[in-house]
């Protein structure tokens, strides 16, 4: 008798046969070895008595199929086993596609990776035009790309372009987007998914088929064409020696597409080689770090249905922003509807961009109100302050803030240096006041630094850790001290650059070294992006405790308002808000240049922790991937560190402290490793 442990077939009336999954013990459906094998035995029983038509839906109200159990990647011992678990993925799905009578994935919710695999093998998908239901195949984030077939039927089903762009981006559509490059057949309200798929079984139209031009695109003399255009563009945005699914797949389906069979056995063999590879196996260990911080923001039940923001320049101003576009009330509020006109006009720009429909877009327009006299505060869940990094006027605030704000609403600050245990002596309270220190752009970065101070009862950290997973951000508890981690650990970096520089490298090879090592941007062009004001006033701050050098040029610069891309001159001269850079294509890199910008970040990495600034080396690593870029593929700074070797890393660390000077001290940190 077939096990329902995970999934139950029932069959209505009509004889349609409706396969429902509820993943035991879980509040998400994943496709793991234990429940692909009961899908597997459910999918023989019903081939032995056929129905009239099959829908298979998800019981669970987060969705359909996440996707595969990511952490059966972890224990894949070798390419011959990875290898055979795709094979045998292949298996049941191909079992799926052939049965005679029709089939449909009913969606609502998430359907992706290997949800999305096996949506596919279904002759119909019918989906919940909710704004909440995604659908996609973002294997390639965790260094894959598809593996249950995906690679065969995604192109087959929409066309190469369509389907590569999905697939080499790891973007999730929409229902209405999926609809209109033929991913899915129909797009309907949830109270009408039953009747649909009903009447998909009972009239069982042709399947959908792509257009004649993306039929075309999978044509055996455009592929090879295609195939380059799409190596070129991916190139601008993943190294093939850092990140080699998104070329394996292009060639998997160049060389092999039209054969399905030999397609499907190329398939298995080339996720096999890269499940097994360190890329994929750190990009894993970054997506279990982010589940780790997404955990945080559970610890605590609080809940916020308004949001006052005091200060309305660019960070203050796309937070409030950000958190109306997460459906939350804000009022904004600073000295004159004048100063407020630039935010609100972002903010309209965000919303055009993200939410795309008329309606949405005026109801998020109305949920951020401009504040001049604050009126909001009294009513507020969340008071978020984000004026000038001043102590005085910080402080002056407060004292006008705190007796206004309801008892359970949290004071937050954006501060990105002052320690909160200064901000909060003028407080009743001191022990409410907690960092929110958000990233730019708001929109963008992911990170948000929940501080600490002395006097901060851990239940407000909790509770500004829920706020932060509700406005869909991640948590990272930090204590507080000057720079807290992402700024303290990023600005040695980009000061070694500013040295270098100095030195009479040009700036083009120093960018070139921290991207070639992995970075997202070269640290020049990011002190030019954050504002070389911006990276001089955290310098100094850092200064005054820490042994921070401060370099002449940096202040020569700013002192004659060269600030960067906002200024249109820094480092580089900006078009349009773009760099202009030299080609530096085979010019040689100067000796230590990799290891000189590299060093000062892992060096303070190493004094982060030991202060315990975070609590291990797994929120440090998080921390830094999602605060400062550090490159996903090597798994955070202290997991290169440990992976390299850390006594060689610290012999290494000894080597330039003697060849240059005491900016290359190690850490007595790496003396206990």
Known sequence: MTENKHWRTERDADGIAWLHFDMAEASTNVLSVETIAEFDAHLRDIESNPPKGLVILSDKKSGFIAGADIKGFTSMESVAHAAEFMRGMHTVLNRLEAFSFPTVSLIRGFCLGGGMELALATRYRIADEDPKTRLGLPEVRLGIHPGFGGTVRAPRLVG????????????????????????????????????????????????CRPGRLARLSNHSLVRPLLAKYLKRTVAKKANPEHYPAPYAMIDLWSKYFDNPNKMYAEEAL???????????????????????????????????????????????????????????????????????????????????KKLRQPRL????????????????????????????????????????????????????????SIPLEVLSEVLEEPKRLVGLHFFNPVAQMQLVEIVK??????????????????????????KSSPGFLVNRILMPYLLEAVVLESEGVRPELIDKAATDFGMPMGPIELADTVGLDICLAVAETLAESLEVEVPAKLRSMVSRGDLGRKSGKGFYRYSKGKPEKARCEGESMPADLTDRLMFRMLNES???????????????????????????????????IHTSGSQLMKNRMDDLSQKYDGRFEPDMAWGSL
Not at 611 to 619: A, Q, R
Request: charged share 20%.
């Open 361 to 416: 877009i005026q109801a998020a327009m109305d949920r951020l109100m401009p504040d001049v006299k604050g009126t909001g505060v009294e009513r507020a869940d969340v008071v978020i302050e984000a004026i000038f990094e001043n102590i005085e006027a910080k402080q002056n605030l407060y004292r006008l803030l705190e007796p206004r704000m309801k008892p359970t609403a949290l004071l937050t600050t954006n501060t990105s």
């Open 160 to 207: 190469a372009a369509a389907a590569m762009d999905m697939m080499l981006s790891g973007r999730a559509l929409s229902a209405r987007a999926a609809k209109k490059i033929g991913l899915i057949d129909y797009a309907v309200p949830e109270r009408q998914l039953l009747r649909a798929a009903k009447m998909m079984i009972v009239e069982a139209p042709a399947p």
């Open 453 to 478: 101070g002395k006097q901060t009862s851990q239940s407000i950290v909790n509770q500004a850790a829920a706020f932060a997973r509700q406005i869909d951000r991640l948590p990272l508890p930090v």
């Open 606 to 640: 190493m004094a982060c922790l030991r202060e315990g600034v975070v609590e291990n080396d797994d929120l440090l690593d998080a921390g830094v991937i999602f605060g400062t870029g550090f490159a996903p593929f090597r798994g955070g700074p202290m997991h290169y």
């Open 270 to 352: 080339s996720v096999a080689n890269l499940v097994v590879g360190d890329t994929a196996q750190n990009l894993i260990r970054v997506f279990f770090l982010q589940e780790e911080m997404k955990a945080l923001g559970r610890k605590n039940k609080f809940h916020a249905d308004r949001v006052h923001v005091v200060g309305a320049g660019v960070m203050g101003g796309d937070i409030a922003a950000w958190c109306a576009l997460r459906g939350l009330h804000v009022t904004l509020q600073d000295q004159s509807p004048e100063r407020i006109a630039p935010a609100m006009k972002r903010a309209h720009a965000l919303f055009k």
